[in-house]
């Protein structure tokens, strides 16, 4: 069974940083893309960031450009978001899902972790 | 960036009764390989999206047939021949045609 767990969400001042991890199972981790997709309080979805089986292809919506950092490790079945100079914009549950690129669809989610910035 | 607008953002609909959702996209969404990629997306209240279909047309695995995707280009329909009451939920298109990846704003579908 697939599962995704994410994990690092909280509280934390505008400025000011986290890390959100996501521990996959029950896939071949290493074969798979991986993304973060957000969704602020009562609103849709938001991709975020995508990063590629082996970490050589990267990519992230405008708004989170220069702020947060996707990365992976492959030997630890994780993928993590590396979130920097929050915003008060950025709150939102943040999902971790699998993509399966050949049909190009995110077949599963993760719970979420979610992220609230305020002061 | 592609936009994808979804009508209507709200469907009231009598149980047992078929449903429909529109969503259109800024540009089209056939993959210079030729596939297009759209998907549907539900999700349910608390509870993170659940893919229906895939590549405009494609039931994933386990949804039930009463969900269909029809669609090309820059228009696609989602429909539910006839709804339940665990269809409550809310609705996305989505293209992964083109980074970056974007969603539809959602269809609320709810049970008159």
């Known amino acids: 069974e697939v599962q995704l767990l994410e994990s690092g969400g909280g509280l934390v001042q505008p400025g000011g940083s986290l890390r959100l991890s996501c521990v996959g199972s029950?896939?071949?981790?290493?074969?798979?893309?991986m993304s973060w997709v957000r969704q602020a309080p009562g609103k849709g979805l938001e991709w975020v960031s995508s990063?590629?089986?082996?970490?050589?292809?990267?990519d992230y919506t405008d708004s989170v450009k220069g702020r947060f950092t996707i990365s992976r490790d492959n030997s630890k079945n994780t993928v993590y978001l590396q979130l920097n100079s929050l915003r008060a914009e950025d709150t939102a549950l943040y999902y971790c899902?699998?993509?399966?690129?050949?049909?190009?669809?995110?077949?599963?989610w993760g719970q979420g972790t979610l992220v609230t910035v305020s002061s | 960036d592609i936009v994808m607008t979804q009508t209507p953002l709200s469907s009231p609909v009598t149980l047992g009764q078929p449903a429909s959702i529109s969503c259109r996209s800024s540009?089209?969404?056939?993959?210079?390989?030729?596939?297009?990629?759209l998907s549907w997306l539900q999700q349910r209240p608390g509870q993170p999206p659940r893919l229906l279909i895939y590549?405009?047309?494609n039931r994933f695995s386990g949804v039930p047939d009463r969900f269909s995707g029809s669609g090309a280009g820059t228009d696609f329909t989602l429909k539910i021949s006839r709804v339940e009451a665990e269809d409550v939920g809310v609705y996305y298109c989505?293209?992964?045609?083109?980074?970056?990846?974007?969603f539809g704003q959602g269809t609320k579908v709810e049970i008159k």
């Open positions: 899902a699998k993509y399966y690129g050949i049909s190009g669809y995110y077949p599963y």
């Open positions: 029950g896939f071949t981790f290493s074969s798979y893309t």
């Open positions: 990063i590629s089986s082996g970490g050589g292809n990267i």
């Open positions: 540009q089209s969404l056939v993959h210079s390989d030729g596939n297009t990629y």
């Open positions: 590549k405009v047309s």
């Open positions: 989505m293209q992964a045609t083109q980074f970056p990846r974007t």
